[in-house]
């Protein structure tokens, strides 16, 4: 009995491990919103500086400004949280970086959108796909 148990147990372990949170966007109707465009970085010490265009236009119900969201994997680890740049940005700085080290970074428009009453379960925030930069 104490057997079926451990191995259930870990079962259940090796079941949680495999359900790790990768920013899955579920398929939402409507039009997408378009990522970002130019996306260009520059390396100086420990900074990278990261420079990029938005859509120059939004599919209608968007709400703007718009956000931009970069996810950070540091040797194929997902640093942290997502980080959330408001207001129309168009550039970011990261200054931790080691050049012994590989880098991901996953930066995607997120915008609201403006949902009727007669849409209960859609959602209200919008996501680009993803424009990557591995370095």
Same mark, same amino acid.
């Given at each position: 009995?104490?057997?079926?148990?451990?191995?259930?147990?870990?079962?259940?372990?090796?079941?949680?491990?495999?359900? @790790? !949170?990768?920013?899955?966007?579920?398929?939402?109707?409507?039009?997408?919103?378009?990522?970002?465009? !130019? *996306? /260009?970085?520059?390396?100086?010490?420990?900074?990278?500086?990261?420079?990029?265009? *938005?859509?120059?236009? @939004?599919?209608?119900?968007?709400?703007?400004?718009?956000?931009? /969201?970069?996810?950070?994997?540091?040797?194929?680890?997902?640093?942290?949280?997502?980080?959330?740049?408001?207001?129309?940005?168009?550039?970011?700085?990261? !200054?931790?970086?080691?050049? !012994?080290?590989? @880098?991901?970074?996953? *930066?995607?428009?997120?915008?609201?959108?403006?949902? /009727?009453?007669?849409?209960?379960?859609?959602?209200?925030?919008?996501?680009?796909?993803?424009?990557? *930069?591995?370095?």
């Amino acid at each position: 009995m104490k057997t079926i148990i451990k191995y259930s147990l870990l079962a259940v372990c090796i079941l949680f491990a495999a359900c @790790y !949170n990768d920013d899955v966007i579920a398929s939402k109707p409507g039009e997408p919103i378009d990522g970002i465009d !130019n *996306l /260009q970085h520059n390396i100086n010490g420990n900074e990278v500086s990261f420079t990029w265009d *938005l859509p120059t236009s @939004y599919p209608e119900g968007i709400i703007t400004p718009v956000s931009v /969201q970069i996810v950070l994997t540091v040797d194929g680890v997902r640093e942290g949280g997502a980080i959330i740049l408001p207001d129309n940005p168009s550039n970011f700085t990261y !200054n931790t970086y080691d050049s !012994n080290k590989e @880098y991901r970074f996953t *930066l995607k428009v997120v915008a609201d959108r403006d949902v /009727q009453e007669d849409e209960p379960y859609v959602s209200t925030v919008w996501y680009s796909e993803g424009t990557t *930069l591995e370095i």
